[in-house]
């Protein structure tokens, strides 16, 4: 017997809102658009909306169903709610999949955070007027985050950089120690209309850029549009473009950033709903939330602006490269652009906190049930793994080597397999009908019995094709990079580091549980 439910959900809006702000984040209004852009636009769209209807929804729906099963039966984990469905000695120890990718990721992405967080304060005081050379704009970010030189951010024990870092920890870690309702909830119901009215206060002023410069009138925002949105505008037909095998996985990845799937956050969020909740509306309306959001907002905003000033090739970057180096560039040559400048850092910051604050709850649930801890002490105890974990990513700061490796073998390589995991466990253990019968009960939304199929086959074909192309091409440069690169070595020494840790936890939760059922 596990420790029942001592928290909830107040209301279905905070849930969806909150499961949205987890799916909602950086990789909405920077990595998407930036995928877009490097494949030509609009074709991007295809695999992506496919790896949506054949990975994303039918693996929402396996984790909401997962989780509110094992929620109404006093598991809030990825370990319990794994043991409760499978009967096997293993299943909690697959479950650390689903501990570890979140706190990992949230080691590097709270770092991130807290640019965002110093760069709409440079906007709001006027300090960011670096004039409109591309060079600066690139020294600045490179001195901002120590990407020149391993360290460099604690050469100054009170420097900017590490101030905002600070408080970004700070903030997470206040409201995560508040709850479900009092904090994760509470700072999503604000939050995420926020950030939804600075999205669209940008994407206003992006729409009404007209034709910046007489001189150049195929820069437009109606160019730029069609650069995010033309299927052909790289000027390759649409077939030979879907060719690409490469554009099919990244559309894949993005799609479990897009939505979380494959992080173990939304199984944990889920579990905290009531029995006769509609998990099937829910879930559906916080993946519509979320899609909107990163098509119809990020997707409108970033490629069009960037094009509008600087054409095709300024709209082309990585994450970074556009969010920090091309649109602060941006802003400079656009009236208001100072303001304009703050929302859009603003925004940014606020859906990175929704993100983070969500990485954090299935460990701290999973130290509750799982050790016995209270929620302070389950809050202090992840403080600690997790800050030391950031500090590794802020040390090794020269290139963002940790943050990378990090980002690979857990951003992408666990959360594989973790959806791997699931995909089997919902579709082959779970079983489709007594997971159709959890997403029915309370449900005014009927979800297409087609999902099952999905669900059982095609999903688990596909996520193995691109999990292995996925490793194929990039495994051995991977591999190569541990032998060579000490920061590497020791970023995979410290993950291995804080598997170790979570599976010495597993199996005395296990002991704990197993001692808890004979007792009863």
């Given amino acids: 017997m596990h420790r029942p439910a ?22 909405n209004f920077l990595r998407f658009p930036g995928l877009a852009a490097k494949y030509d636009g609009g074709v991007f769209l295809i695999p992506y909306f496919v790896a949506l209807l054949l990975l994303g929804l039918p693996l929402a729906w396996a984790e909401w169903s997962m989780g509110r099963y094992g929620g109404t039966r006093g598991c809030h984990s990825s370990p319990g709610i794994f043991r409760l469905i499978w009967k096997n000695r293993a299943a909690p120890y697959l479950g650390v ?9 949230y080691m590097y992405y709270v770092f991130v955070e807290s640019w965002c967080l110093g760069y709409a304060w440079y906007y ?93 009138p195929e820069l437009n925002v109606l160019n730029g549009l069609g650069q995010m949105w033309n299927l052909e505008a790289g000027g390759k037909s649409v077939w030979a473009q879907l060719a690409n095998g490469k554009m099919w996985m990244e559309a894949a990845g993005q799609i479990f950033f897009s939505l979380s799937v494959g992080f173990g956050v939304i199984i944990t969020y889920a579990s905290y ?18 899609e909107f959001l990163e098509v119809s907002l990020g997707g409108m905003i970033t490629i069009p602006a960037a094009f509008i000033f600087f054409g095709a090739a300024g709209a082309v970057g990585g994450t970074f490269t556009l969010g920090f180096n091309t649109l602060p560039l941006v802003f400079e040559h656009m009236s208001l652009g100072r303001w304009v400048g703050f929302l859009w850092f603003f925004l940014l910051f606020l859906a990175a906190v929704t993100s983070s604050l969500s990485m954090l709850q299935p460990a701290i649930a999973f130290l509750q049930e799982g050790l016995g801890l209270t929620r302070t002490r389950a809050v202090a105890v992840l403080c600690g793994v997790g800050t030391a974990g950031t500090l590794l990513v802020v040390w090794f700061s020269k290139n963002l080597t940790a943050m990378d490796t990090l980002d690979f073998w857990v951003g992408t390589f666990c959360i594989y397999l973790l959806a791997c995991v699931q995909t089997l466990l919902f579709g082959w253990v779970f079983g489709p009908k007594r997971g159709l019968e959890e997403l029915d009960r309370g449900a005014d939304l009927r979800l297409p019995r087609l ?70």
């Fill in 6 to 27: 001592t928290e909830g959900w107040s209301t279905r809006i905070g849930v969806i809102l909150a499961v949205a702000g987890s799916a909602v984040g950086l990789g």
């Fill in 97 to 105: 999949l689903g501990l570890i990718v979140p706190v990992v990721i």
């Fill in 124 to 216: 709001l005081t006027g300090a960011m007027d670096l004039g409109r050379d591309p060079v600066a704009y690139q020294n600045f970010f490179t001195a901002y985050t120590g990407s020149e030189k391993d360290a460099s951010i604690f050469s100054s024990f009170l420097g900017t950089p590490l101030v905002f870092l600070v408080i970004c920890i700070a903030l997470n870690f206040f409201l995560i120690n508040r709850g479900l309702t009092r904090g994760i909830e509470l700072f999503c119901l604000w939050a995420m209309p926020a950030l939804a009215l600075c999205a669209v206060l940008v994407l206003i002023r992006v729409l009404t850029l007209g034709t910046p410069d007489p001189s150049r």
């Fill in 273 to 290: 709903m009531r029995r006769d909740d509609d998990i099937a509306l829910s879930s559906t309306t916080a993946v519509a939330g979320n």
């Fill in 451 to 520: 999902f099952t199929f999905v669900i059982r086959y095609i999903s688990p074909v596909y996520l193995l094709v691109v999990f292995v192309a996925w490793a194929v091409q990039d495994m051995g440069n991977r591999i190569a990079a541990f032998t060579a690169d000490p920061a590497v070595r020791w970023s995979i020494l410290f993950l291995v580091a804080v598997l170790a840790l979570f599976l010495w936890w597993i199996r005395l939760a296990v002991k704990r549980w197993h001692a808890e059922e004979v007792a009863s």
